[in-house]
T-cell receptor
Framework: SQQGEEDPQALSIQEGENATMNCSYK?????LQWYRQNSGRGLVHLIL?????REKHSGRLRVTLDTSKKSSSLLITASRAADTASYFC?????????FGEGTQLTVNP | GAVVSQHPSWVICKSGTSVKIECRSL??????MFWYRQFPKQSLMLMATSNEGSKATYEQGVEKDKFLINHASLTLSTLTVTSAHPEDSSFYIC???????????????FGPGTRLTVL
């Protein structure tokens, strides 16, 4: 299965701290995507990293990908209360995405 | 750009009735759309892949006669929950692919979701 598994399941930090979430998967991929979901809302695409890339940045987000370990990490720097949400990774070899249980991030003001 | 809308955002219906949910790509053409359902505090479960002009591909365990999908145009896919029952109550989310089929890498853009409650 291409389903990603996020770790930890839940993370609670103070505003201003960095948050790191990890994702592991089992099959070969072409790319891996990270999404955010606020409670009761749709998913927001955060970043896509291709299998031939090792690191990618977007604003306060930094994503790494290690295809040899079949793992990825999402780092949110200088977190804000508005970053409170569930975060999902979606490894993919085509167009289908399958999601794990996600990491519930809570950023306390 | 790449905005996906869903309508309605929420719906309450009686058991036994049918409910139609629309998914539209507002500023791009989407040859492929996906339908997911999500139970509270759980992940998204892919239900089916909707391709414009052809039959939808359903995931294992999803009843195609129960969840009718129509992708009649490049900007619209509909999901009809037929003879709805309380266990169909869930959050239904669609997504649309950007890019053409020749691209290797895809980005999916998600709609805001539809909350279905069946009484």
């Amino acid at each position: 299965s291409q389903q990603g598994e996020e770790d930890p399941q839940a993370l609670s930090i103070q505003e201003g701290e960095n948050a790191t979430m990890n994702c592991s998967y089992k099959t070969s991929i072409n790319n891996l995507q990270w999404y955010r979901q606020n409670s009761g809302r749709g998913l927001v695409h955060l970043i896509l990293i291709r299998s031939n890339e090792r690191e990618k940045h977007s604003g306060r987000l930094r994503v790494t990908l290690d295809t040899s370990k079949k793992s990825s990490s999402l780092l949110i720097t200088a977190s804000r209360a508005a970053d409170t949400a569930s975060y999902f990774c979606a490894p993919s070899s085509g167009s289908r995405l399958t999601f794990g249980e996600g990491t519930q991030l809570t950023v306390n003001p | 750009g790449a905005v996906v809308s869903q309508h309605p955002s929420w719906v309450i219906c009686k058991s036994g009735t049918s409910v139609k949910i629309e998914c539209r790509s507002l500023d791009f053409q989407a040859t492929t759309m996906f339908w997911y359902r999500q139970f509270p505090k759980q992940s998204l479960m892919l239900m089916a892949t909707s391709n414009e002009g052809s039959k939808a591909t359903y995931e294992q365990g999803v009843e195609k006669d129960k969840f009718l999908i129509n992708h009649a145009s490049l900007t619209l896919s509909t999901l009809t929950v037929t003879s709805a029952h309380p266990e169909d109550s869930s959050f239904y989310i669609c997504s649309a692919l950007t890019g053409d089929r020749g691209k290797v890498y895809y980005e999916q853009f998600f709609g805001p979701g539809t909350r279905l409650t069946v009484l």
